[in-house]
């Protein structure tokens, strides 16, 4: 403890020492001189010239909407929309909110495969998941309705897979 204690003494005043010596003042460095501004030569004086009349603002062209809508496609046996379909949908809704007043059925349909009420029930789903895209984008829910045709109105043979593909859709009819 002895030892100790006069090594700590020694330790305490060389940090004192130190840290005084790095407060020390620096040497002032001299600014250089600002450099002298010419006068500006003198400014003639310009009279404002008179405002020009200004144009009648065109007046707003109205956008009719574009109702020839592209149909929407589905998977087979789902009712969750393609990813394609987005753009499309938003295409749609941009059109429909144009004209609020207007109204709209929107058309389900499926393909042959599976039972009469399995497709009824699908096209139902597929017209459904179209019109919940289209209220969460902003369309008003009263200006549309759904309607369900099962396999009955194929756009297309389903003899084929690319007939059955484009008979997975939901068609929409503006209504008067």
């Keep these: 403890m002895k030892f100790l204690r006069p090594s700590l003494l020694l330790a305490a005043i060389g940090l004192f020492a130190l840290s005084m010596q790095s407060c020390k003042t620096k040497k002032a460095i001299a600014k250089p001189a600002p450099p002298v501004e010419k006068p500006a030569p003198p400014v003639e004086e310009k009279k404002p010239e008179p ?4 144009k009648p603002a065109p007046a ?3 956008e009719k909407p574009d109702y020839n809508f592209s149909k929407v496609f589905f998977e087979f046996d789902s009712g969750v929309l393609k990813t394609a379909s987005f753009a499309v949908l938003d295409k ?3 059109e429909m909110k144009k ?3 207007a109204k709209f059925i929107l058309n389900g349909h499926s393909s042959i ?3 009469a009420e399995h497709n009824m029930s699908l096209s139902v789903d597929r017209a459904n998941a179209v019109k919940s895209y ?7 829910v009263s200006n549309l309705s759904i309607k369900g045709f099962g396999a009955t109105e194929p756009a ?6 690319e007939g059955r593909i484009q ?3 939901v068609e929409f009819k503006k209504l008067d």
């Design 156 to 161: 297309a043979s389903n003899d084929t897979e």
């Design 92 to 94: 749609i809704a941009t």
């Design 167 to 169: 008979n997975r859709r």
């Design 51 to 54: 405002a020009p009349e200004p």
């Design 113 to 115: 495969e599976g039972s």
């Design 134 to 140: 289209l209220v969460n984008a902003g369309v008003n």
């Design 60 to 62: 707003p062209v109205e």
């Design 99 to 101: 004209d609020p007043s």
